[in-house]
């Protein structure tokens, strides 16, 4: 099947569009040209649902916007050729230009077309082709492109440059046998090995429910840090692994293998069970095993930069389909970061994503390039809150009791600080039924906070129940706690000025 792919504004009953259309159904070929959303992350979806969908090969042809759209989805296996006019290499720097109200050449409507999308075509980019699947047709004329740009982005692809022209490219006529010869379709040509039902397997269901089973019982209550079931985090890096595989395929027992890690991954280092054969029966046993132990931290190592250099040492030493577990679990993990972080920390995190890219480089060119988007949006300079709105986050403020405590995140000891505060607060709560905060927030300043306490308000309200004082027996977990926040007395902000 043949899929035109239209540019930015367009439809799919366009002038270019018409003329494929009619030419591909005169020599017997199925040919579809969608109408597309101007958001570019539907017009993804619909395009990978489309070409999915097709048991068979599928040859698209991509104009300007539609040339970038295609260029990413070349990656897909099931697309076996693809054609570009005009294209646009960077969509995002290009398009600038239309942010507002942008006009929809079909029915002159108009619609919005802002920042947010420019940001998701962003994520779309391609840097590595498979040069033997493209033929790139230019004009010199390009009024809206400059086709310079393309001639050096695709210039060891079947590349051919025609003088003056413009953006709609003049004369596409004049190719279509070229096109059909690039394809090798039509009657002179058998190019579609049609499968009927659903196709060949990518991996297996039944293996992927017994993995799941295991950790969901290794994990048991176990939550995230955002307090949602740990399914959600196993099954969200299991899925990353099997979007992958209609992008860059690889062998059905690789893909099983990198599921099942994916499912398991944090078993040995988050559990009392572990990733074995004395505690499950999976098929590969023996590499789940050591794939497992490799995406375990080694904690007796002294610092945590340590433990991830050694662990990465030891991915290295294993098949690709392991390796890519540890970059579907960053993938998944540089979600918006938990409101408590502060600059250091997200910095740090993404650092070491940075890290695992360089040193997984070519486990995996799918998950490879998606965390690499992940690193580039990845916000370090502010908070995100639970509705999405960012903000310079120079406080950490608890609220409890008509009473306000504030912690400095720009602090050396706030994370310690915060940690002991955080779990002080949640255990009296449970065991005393002491109410010490009801909620924490991200703040840029304090000056419209009111009634800000320091360490007294938690001495005071602890002690409601005598639990401070030194002639009673003291809880432990209190006193842990409590030594901790002693510790970092100096994050907590008292003065209201700040």
Not at 16 to 38: C, D, H, N, Q, T
Not at 162 to 189: K, M, P, Q, W, Y
Not at 247 to 265: T, V
Request: hydrophobic share 35%; proline share 2%; glycine share 4%.
């Amino acid at each position: 099947m043949i899929i035109y792919i239209h540019g930015f504004g367009s439809h799919g009953y366009g002038s270019k569009a018409k003329v494929f259309r009619e030419y591909f159904k005169s020599i017997g070929e199925e040919f579809i040209a969608p109408s597309l959303s101007y958001v570019p992350a539907l017009a993804i979806q619909t395009l990978e649902e489309l070409i999915r969908s097709y048991h068979g090969d599928v040859y698209l042809i991509g104009s300007s916007l539609g040339g970038f759209y295609a260029t990413y989805l070349s990656q897909l296996h099931e697309v076996k050729k693809v054609v570009l006019i005009n294209p646009a290499v960077t969509p995002d720097s290009t398009l600038k230009r239309a942010v507002g109200n942008a006009l929809n050449f079909y029915d002159e409507s108009s619609y919005e077309w802002n920042e947010k999308h420019l940001r998701m075509l962003d994520a779309y980019r391609v840097e590595k082709l498979s040069k033997d699947k493209f033929m790139v047709l230019l004009q010199t004329g390009d009024e809206l492109l400059d086709y310079k740009d393309s001639q050096e982005k695709y210039k060891e692809c079947r590349l051919i440059v025609e003088e003056a022209g413009r953006h709609s490219f003049d004369g596409i006529e004049r190719h279509l046998e070229n096109i059909r010869t690039f394809f090798a379709v039509g009657d002179h040509f058998k190019h579609t090995s049609k499968v009927q039902g659903v196709g060949h397997k990518l991996y297996s269901t039944q293996i992927y429910k017994d993995a799941l089973a295991f950790a969901l019982e290794a994990h048991a209550d176990q939550k995230t840090p955002q307090g949602l079931p740990y399914s959600f985090h196993i099954v969200s890096v299991a899925n990353e692994i099997i979007n992958s595989l209609s992008m860059h395929r690889i062998s059905y027992d690789e893909a099983n293998i990198a599921i099942m890690c994916a499912l398991l991954h944090d078993v040995n280092e988050d559990t009392a069970m572990k990733a074995t054969s004395q505690y499950v029966d999976l098929p590969h046993i023996e590499t789940i095993e050591d794939g497992v132990a490799a995406l375990t931290k080694d904690t007796t190592l002294s610092s945590k930069q340590k433990q991830m250099k050694d662990s990465l040492e030891r991915l290295k030493n294993m098949p690709k389909c392991v390796q890519m577990v540890k970059l579907a679990d960053r993938i998944t993990n540089l979600a918006p970061a938990p409101a408590f972080w502060n600059k250091n920390k997200r910095k740090a995190y993404v650092d070491e994503a940075k890290f695992i890219l360089c040193e997984l480089e070519e486990s995996n060119p799918y998950l490879e390039q998606k965390l690499k988007n992940k690193i580039d949006y990845y916000l370090v300079e502010k908070a995100v809150d639970s509705r999405g709105f960012t903000t310079v986050d120079n406080y950490l403020v608890f609220y409890g009791n008509d009473k306000t405590l504030a912690l400095d995140k720009n602090h050396k000891l706030y994370l310690k600080t915060f940690k002991a505060m955080n779990r002080l607060s949640e255990y009296v709560k449970q065991a005393y039924e002491i109410t010490l905060f009801e909620k924490c927030t991200n703040k840029e300043t304090l000056q419209r906070e009111k009634n800000i306490v320091g360490l007294e308000y938690i001495s005071r309200t602890l002690n409601t129940k005598d639990l401070l004082y030194l002639n009673k027996h003291t809880d432990e977990k209190i006193a842990k706690y409590m030594s901790i926040i002693y510790e970092g007395e100096v994050v907590i902000c008292n003065n209201f000025s700040k």
